[in-house]
């Protein structure tokens, strides 16, 4: 049973750049959520997604920032006109389905994205 | 809102030895779990250990264990016969069931041989 896959693994782009960042929740998971972790400090929620529905967004930045999740393929975070600020690790986590009980949260390898 | 604190940034430990990383948390919800991760230097998230808030007995998972004093709100994790393999990060993390994990900033271990 492969488990949460996250591409590509580590990601340049200059400023400016969109950044796309995949993830493939592990099967039978239907719910992924997204953090992201600065240098030197820990994760932090930014958006909870089910299959073509964002559920909580809250921690997602207002602007350059998107997230879907569609009915087949996997879930993508997007990066508009990157800065060097959004240099960090971006991690995906996959829950199954099963309400507010489902609470394990199954993390992918991240992706190290570097802003240059 | 719930907020995780780990008062400690580095420990030092010599191998075989026991050492607590210390955390605490705060949240009115009557409902939550705590979780502690592991991220060694290769960067990725490795679960360790969750206790339920209504679990009754502490959570332990091999040399793992879960100090959980509920009144203190405190779930400080316990290494026993730290390894060279367990220098790392090490997160403590609370999830109140509106889906998304709240994390502290991580405590790095560093095991001596």
């Known amino acids: 049973n492969a488990g949460v896959m996250q591409n590509p693994r580590h990601l340049v782009r200059r400023r400016g750049q969109e950044a796309r960042l995949r993830c493939s929740p592990m099967?039978?998971?239907?719910?992924v959520y997204w953090y992201r972790q600065l240098p030197e400090e820990g994760l932090k929620f930014m958006v909870y997604?089910?299959?073509?529905?964002?559920?909580?967004e809250s921690g997602m930045p207002k602007e350059r920032f998107s997230a879907e999740f569609p009915k087949e393929g996997p879930s993508i975070l997007r990066i508009q006109q990157v800065v060097r600020g959004d240099s960090a690790a971006y991690f995906c986590?996959?829950?199954?389905?099963?309400?507010?009980?489902?609470?394990?949260?199954?993390f992918g390898p991240g992706t190290r994205l570097t802003v240059t | 809102a719930q907020k995780i604190t780990q008062t400690q940034p580095g420990m030092f430990v010599q191998e075989k030895e026991a050492v607590t990383l210390d955390c605490t948390y705060d949240?009115?919800?009557?409902?939550?779990?705590l979780f502690w991760y592991k991220q060694p230097s290769s960067g990725e998230m490795i679960f360790l250990i969750y206790q339920g808030s209504y679990d009754q007995q502490n959570a332990t998972e091999g040399r793992y264990s879960l100090n959980f004093q509920k009144a203190r709100k405190s779930a400080n994790l316990v290494i026993s016969a730290s390894q060279l393999g367990d220098s790392a990060m090490y997160f403590c993390a609370i999830w109140t069931g509106f889906q998304k994990l709240v994390f502290g900033t991580g405590t790095r271990l560093l095991v001596s041989p």
């Open positions: 099967k039978g998971h239907s719910h």
């Open positions: 986590a996959s829950s199954p389905p099963g309400g507010s009980d489902s609470y394990e949260q199954y």
């Open positions: 997604l089910q299959k073509e529905n964002i559920i909580d």
């Open positions: 949240t009115s919800d009557p409902s939550y779990g």
